[in-house]
C-alpha cells in the first residue's frame, strides 16, 4: 500500500468547495488521538508490568519508498513509548537468511510484533515468509491463520487499513447493522478483510471487483461505500447514492498541469452529496500506522495476558 509520507507531494486535504456538502472525514486528528491513546496504555503497561510492546520490523533492499515508511514506523513506534527493532538486510538476501532472522523473532520475548515490509526484491517468496511469522506476532494480519480466523470469527490480528477504515466508520456512524455496504477491491490486505469486519458489525455486504458488471449500479446501492482498486478517482459523482458514507483507501500519484499530487480511488471533487466521505491524502492513510500499533499493544497483551491477570487479582 502507498503511503502518505511523501513531503514532496501536494497536500489537498481540505480543499473542498465551499458548496461541498459531504463531511471531510479528519483521518489525521482521528490517527493522532489513537497515538494518544496508545501512548498512555503503553505507559500504564510500563508502571504494572515494568515491560512495554516490542515491534520488529525486516526492510530487505534499498527501495526508497520502503525505507520512507520504516522510517515513519520506528518514530511513531518510539514516539508511543514501544521498542522498535529495526533489521535492514542487503538487496541479496536468501530465503533461508530471512526466514533464519523470523525464527529468531518468533523466539524472542521481547519482539511482541513483527512486520516484514513488501514488496520483497524478486528472490523472495512473500507467502513464505509470511507464513513462517508466529500468528500471534503478525501485527499486520496477513497470515493466513489470522485471515482464517478473522473470516470465522475468532480472536485475530486485523490487517492495519481495514482496521483504520471501520473505526473511522462507526465513529461516523455508529451502529453499522443492516447498513448495506459495498467494498471495491478484493485484495486479501484490504477487500477481503474489510468485508469479513462489515459483516461481523452486521452489514449487508457486497464485494465488487474488477470483473463486476455495471459497477456504477453496484456502486450506488451502497449506504458505505469503500474503494481499495488503486486506480485514481474511478468513482465518480453518479456511481455514489446520495448520502452514502465513502471510505477512500486508493492512495495514486498522479500529474496534473505539471504539478505531482496525491488522488484517491473516488473523484472526490463529485462526491458532495455524500454524508461524509476521507480525503486523500488525509483520511484513510495516517489511521494505517496508528492501527499498527495497536495490533502491537494487542499481541503484548494476549502474550503477556497470565502476568496482567494475576497483577489485577493483587491490586
Ligand atoms: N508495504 C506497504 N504497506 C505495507 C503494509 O501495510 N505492511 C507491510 N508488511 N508492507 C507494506
Known sequence: MMSETNSSIQSTTGRAAPDFGADVIDGKAFAANLLQRIKQDVADLRATTGEVPGLAVVL????????????????????????????RLS??????????????????????????????????????V??????????????????????????????????GCVMLLKDRLGNLSGLHAVVVGRSNIVGKP???????????????????????SITRLADILVVAVGRPEMV?????????????????????????????????????????????????GPMTIGCLLENTLEAFRRARAPLLKSMKKVS
Open 60 to 87: 530487505v533492499g534499498e527501495d526508497p519508498a520502503s525505507a520512507v515508511y520504516v522510517a515513519s514506523k520506528r518514530r511513531e513506534t518510539l514516539a508511543a513509548g514501544m521498542n522498535s527493532f529495526e533489521h
Open 130 to 163: 509470511i507464513d513462517a511469522i508466529d500468528p500471534a506476532k503478525d501485527v499486520d494480519g496477513f497470515h493466513v491463520a489470522n485471515a482464517g480466523r478473522l473470516a470465522v470469527g475468532q480472536q485475530a490480528l486485523v490487517p492495519c487499513t481495514p482496521l
Open 91 to 128: 538487496e541479496e538476501t536468501t530465503q533461508a537468511e530471512l526466514l533464519a532472522l523470523i525464527h529468531r523473532l518468533n523466539a524472542d520475548p521481547a519482539v511482541h510484533g513483527i512486520l516484514v515490509q513488501l514488496p520483497l526484491p524478486g528472490q523472495l517468496n512473500s507467502d513464505a
Open 194 to 216: 474489510m468485508a469479513q469486519l462489515l459483516l461481523q458489525e452486521d452489514c449487508t455486504v457486497t464485494i465488487a471487483h474488477r470483473h463486476s458488471r455495471d459497477l456504477a
Open 236 to 284: 465518480k459523482g453518479d456511481w455514489i447514492k446520495p448520502g452514502a458514507t465513502v471510505i477512500d483507501v486508493g492512495i495514486n500519484r498522479i500529474s496534473r498541469h505539471g504539478k505531482t499530487r496525491l488522488v484517491g480511488d473516488v473523484d472526490f471533487a463529485q462526491a458532495g452529496h455524500a454524508k461524509a466521505i476521507t480525503p486523500v491524502p488525509g483520511g484513510v
